[in-house]
């Protein structure tokens, strides 16, 4: 810059005197003083145009390594961003199978309706000044609810486990009726017999049925029995794991096989009155540890 200005402080004074005529410069230069100015001059103007062009190439450099300094932020920043939104996806696809998980749940406990909604947006507020949130607050905040959710999840997976254990549980005693839509014709215990006269020991309970309606597992097991008995015709025995075991008699046909895992309500066998029977129905009976027990105590009150 100093250099630039001698010169054009040098270029001003030749000028100056040329305009005056040029004779004091001859005298100072010689006999051809307009060649000697000329030249100075050209020298001078060469010399600022290439040092202004230093300076403009320095210029554009300097601009060119910002430029490439601000793209190099704004990818690292762009790169953050796409980090956030990944960790915000999995956020998102967590809460969705904790509220799925926790719907469930509320089902399975047979809770209130509306007590859990987990489908109804939390209130929040707040108050006081808002700033801008720096990056690594907002990664941290993102971790923490990642973390809170891993917690939760465990919870619920735990509870999830214990309710599933007491359906099964539920499922496995008997407390059902063997045939839809039907009534007790004949109750547990001394009665009158139907053939012979006399008094008698009716080991379960029979219900009203037409040939051919499906008879129903009323708990969750496995079918250990399925043929015929003596005085019960086609009978299917299930075995429910738990010391109980339920058996349908007098079936037109069994519908399933020993070894079959059956669920509670599916059929296994088609009511008719085979055995020793005086019309179609379901005699029904339940074993607990190898203990005859009234059906009435496990159906409760519907019959």
């Known amino acids: 810059m100093t250099l630039q ?16 005529g040029g004779r004091r410069i001859g005298a100072l230069c010689g006999r051809q003083p307009l060649a000697v100015v000329a030249a100075t001059l050209i020298v001078g103007a060469a010399l600022g145009a ?33 980090a956030l ?91 059902r009726s063997p045939v839809a839509s039907s009534y007790v014709t004949s109750g547990f215990g001394r009665r009158a017999d139907p053939f012979g006269g006399g008094a008698a020991w009716h080991k379960g309970i029979d219900f009203d049925a037409r040939t051919g309606d499906p008879v129903l597992a009323v708990a969750d097991g496995v079918v250990s029995f399925s043929g015929v008995r003596s005085g019960y015709g086609n009978v ?8 109980y075991v339920t058996r349908y008699a007098h079936n037109s046909r069994n519908t399933v096989q020993v070894g079959d895992l059956v669920r509670v309500g599916g059929e296994i066998a088609k009511a008719g009155s085979t055995g020793r029977s005086t019309g179609a129905h379901v005699h029904f009976e339940v074993w607990e540890n190898g203990r005859v027990m009234n059906p009435r105590k496990f159906l409760g009150e519907q019959h």
């Open 5 to 20: 200005r001698t010169l054009l402080h040098s270029q001003a004074w030749i000028l100056h005197y040329v305009r005056r």
């Open 50 to 82: 290439a040092i202004q062009a230093g300076e403009v190439n320095a210029l554009r450099a300097e601009l060119t390594s910002q430029e490439a300094q601000l793209e190099d932020t704004r990818r690292a920043a762009q790169r953050e961003v796409n």
């Open 85 to 175: 939104a990944a960790r915000l996806g999995e956020l998102q696809a967590e809460a969705t199978r904790l509220n799925a998980l926790g719907d469930r749940l509320t089902r399975v406990a047979q809770l209130g309706d509306g007590e859990f909604d987990f489908n109804r947006p939390v209130g929040v507020g707040g108050l006081g000044p808002v700033r801008d949130m720096p990056a690594g607050e907002l990664r941290e905040g993102i971790t923490g609810i990642d973390a809170d959710f891993a917690a939760a999840g465990g919870q619920l997976s735990v509870l999830e486990a214990l309710l599933f254990n007491r359906e099964l549980d539920r499922n496995a005693v008997p407390s």
């Open 236 to 243: 299917v025995e299930i075995d429910h794991g738990n010391g």
